[in-house]
């Protein structure tokens, strides 16, 4: 549970940086290319294919 609530966190505190910081809203394309979201989100992508990973070498 805390991985995903490390993501979560790391992703609203991203989101408020990058809303404080500019003017009007930024677009769907600028928010998924800051490092503050793509980050969170590909590490929780990387444990998840960890976690399959080794579920099936393990339990064969």
Request: hydrophobic share 55%.
């Amino acid at each position: 549970m805390a991985p995903q609530l490390f993501v979560g966190v790391s992703l609203g505190a991203g989101l408020s940086r990058i809303l404080e910081e500019n003017q009007e809203p930024p677009s769907f394309f600028e928010l998924i290319l800051n490092p503050d979201i793509y980050l969170p989100i590909s590490g929780i992508i990387f444990l998840v294919l960890i976690a399959i990973y080794l579920r099936n070498f393990f339990l064969k």
